[in-house]
């Protein structure tokens, strides 16, 4: 999810911690638990910061060791020694519960996005994408903004964060079923469909739809059930030359096939004896672009002069990232 969804995840968490007796029976300890529910929240998108360095660090590293086992478990830890400092009589034991809860959710909403973690690390690297949940869905912020907004004006926290519970329980299990109704009616238009990526977005019934049959990729929409296939692709595999190879060595793409799943290739000859190696995610499609991609300069002698993996929504823009003297 997104950082102010986790924020206002992790402040709802502490008015419910407010059903713990020993949270509710000292002051120091609620104020402790609350500050911890808000950090831990928030924690494990510590690894934002990678996005200073460059894209594809940032892309490889996000949401990975983070959001992993050991990390849940350590956030608490962590979290749960610094603030026992600021509040010495707070009740270490339900501070670090408490902690943990608000690490552990965030981790575990994060799961139900298209983007996904690496929360099976060090078992596994898989990436860990339910796609059920938008990155940033309206009605969660938008109901646990209402909850807090009631909690302030003097509603009981406990019962009011506990019906939200219970209210995004019941919507989770609505947008699973919806997803699932989706994946059949895209099998119905592609029955030979063997890969299905479904990513949603911040309107309920719309998804982006991406999938792969043994010879084609297809990318298209979906409304409710209705389908709407935009692309078909053929499926090539990457060229085994000594071109793309040197292109595929280059760290941005590195970090691109690491994390896409479902991708076309492209190689142009350029100007001044320029060759391109594109790779282009289909799970993005937007306004008829696909703008998730990875794009590598080589010269004729297979070196790689300039390479950018990102967002770019325009040719102008990766023209500009990808300046050649």
């Known amino acids: ?55 594809a660090v940032y892309i490889r590293h996000h949401r990975g060791i983070t959001h992993s086992i050991p990390a849940v478990i350590l956030w608490p830890l962590l979290i749960t020694g610094v603030l026992s400092l600021l509040f010495q009589d707070a009740n270490v034991l339900h501070l670090w519960l408490w902690t943990f809860l608000a690490v552990f959710l965030h981790v575990f909403v994060d799961i139900f996005n298209a983007y996904g973690t690496q929360a099976l690390r060090p078992l596994s690297k898989k990436w860990v994408a339910l796609g059920v949940i938008n990155t940033f869905d309206p009605i969660i912020f938008g109901l646990h903004v209402i909850a807090l907004m009631l909690w302030a004006f003097g509603a009981n926290p406990v019962w009011t964060i506990s019906i939200l519970y219970c209210i995004l329980i019941i919507y989770y299990i609505i947008r699973y079923t919806l997803q699932q109704a989706v994946k059949h009616a895209v099998k119905n238009t592609i029955p030979d469909a063997e890969k299905i990526i479904l990513s949603p977005t911040m309107r309920f019934f719309q998804w982006r739809i991406a999938a792969n049959s043994r010879t084609n990729h297809y990318v298209g929409r979906a409304y409710g059930r209705s389908i709407t296939i935009y692309d078909k692709f053929p499926i090539e595999p ?88």
């Open 1 to 55: 999810m997104d950082s102010g969804t986790h924020l206002v995840m992790g402040i709802a968490l502490g008015g419910l911690a407010l059903a713990d007796p020993v949270v509710a029976g000292s002051s120091m300890t609620t104020a402790a638990v609350i500050t911890a529910t808000i950090i831990g929240s928030q924690a494990p998108d510590v690894d934002t910061v990678l996005k200073l360095r460059n894209n």
């Open 238 to 325: 990457l060229p085994d030359t000594p071109l793309f190879q040197a292109a595929l060595e280059d760290s941005n793409l590195a970090a691109f096939l690491s994390f896409s799943p479902l991708y076309r290739w492209e190689i142009r000859e350029l100007e001044n004896n320029f060759h391109e190696v594109r790779l282009i995610d289909l799970r993005y499609r937007s306004d008829n672009r696909y703008p998730f991609v990875a794009v590598a300069l080589l010269n004729n002698n297979y070196e790689v002069v300039q390479s950018y993996t990102g967002w770019i929504f325009s040719e102008d823009k990766l023209r500009k990232k990808l300046i050649v003297d």
